[in-house]
């Protein structure tokens, strides 16, 4: 049967909007991007680390699930969550049953964001959960993390939005001599974190989310970002002082749905 103009092009359009509704709905969502990036100077004293970002936990889904899969498999000297892991009170039991899918060895770190703050998250409970699960929750703190093969200040801050970041306070006592990462959930405070660095002689590398990669992107360009973003959206961020990569993170916030900023996984070799 030949098709008109009219029907051939109505019949396209569809197929597109449901490919497009495809990607937006499922495949951004749930086939995470996992990116790799060798920043190690020595080649003997590397630290492996992978950051998670904004996983929003509603409930365990299969993609979290393979996601720890592909932790244990990596097997890094730590992981990092930045920030926006829960957006309620009542899911501390579903953050901890996540991280009690990730080999109990792997030392974790994580820090607040401002989904922490607005579902009124009780700190101390969500503390104790962490504690369980090998995880540290830093809040303007910073430690050393010690490896096999090497030592590295971690520093975790504060959210911006709704909490008080303090770099200068949880960069006093740090070992200037070591390699210095710092957690950051909102990139924007990385303006505040160079002004401090500069001062101590230190070349930080920042690790930040919030931003979800836009979350919806139209050519490069997202529809918006949320306050705390600034002009950062995604990817990598240098200067002469630090490097900064913003995750796209793995959840979703008001729409579950991403187009053009496909869920993330990131590996460091630091």
């Known amino acids: 049967m030949k098709l008109s103009r009219r029907s051939f092009m109505i019949k396209m359009f569809s197929g597109v909007l449901g490919l497009l509704l495809l990607d937006a709905f499922w495949l951004e969502q749930y086939f995470l991007e996992w990116n790799t990036f060798d920043l190690a100077k020595d080649d003997k004293k590397k630290l492996k680390a992978i950051q998670l970002s904004d996983l929003h936990l509603e409930k365990i889904k299969w993609v979290h ?32 049953e996540f991280l009690s899918l990730i080999d109990q060895n792997i030392q974790k770190v994580a820090i607040l964001g401002n989904k922490e703050y607005s579902g009124r998250v009780d ?7 962490l504690d369980a699960c090998n995880c540290t ?15 590295v200040n971690i520093l975790g801050l504060d959210d911006l939005v709704f909490g008080t970041p303090d770099f200068e306070s949880a960069s006093i006592d740090i070992d200037r001599s070591l390699p210095t990462i710092v957690l950051n959930h909102c990139p924007i405070y990385r303006e505040t974190v160079d002004e401090v660095s500069a001062s101590l002689g230190i070349k930080p590398i920042i690790l930040s989310g919030h931003t979800h990669g836009g979350q919806i992107t139209f050519f490069g360009r997202p529809l918006m970002t949320p ?4 002009d950062y959206v995604k990817g990598w961020y240098s200067n002469e002082i630090s490097k900064m990569y913003v995750s796209k993170g793995i959840g979703t916030t008001i729409f579950p749905i991403r187009f053009g900023a496909r869920a993330e996984a990131t590996i460091f070799y630091m």
Do not use: C, H, M, W
């Open 137 to 151: 929750l830093l809040i303007n703190e910073s430690f050393v993390l010690k490896t096999k093969l090497t030592k």
């Open 227 to 230: 306050y705390g973003s600034g």
């Open 65 to 96: 699930k393979s996601l720890a899969k592909r932790i244990n498999k990596e097997l890094p000297d730590v992981l990092f969550l930045t920030g926006d892991s829960i957006t309620k009170n009542s899911r501390i039991p579903l953050l901890k």
């Open 123 to 129: 700190i101390k409970e969500l503390r104790q959960a």
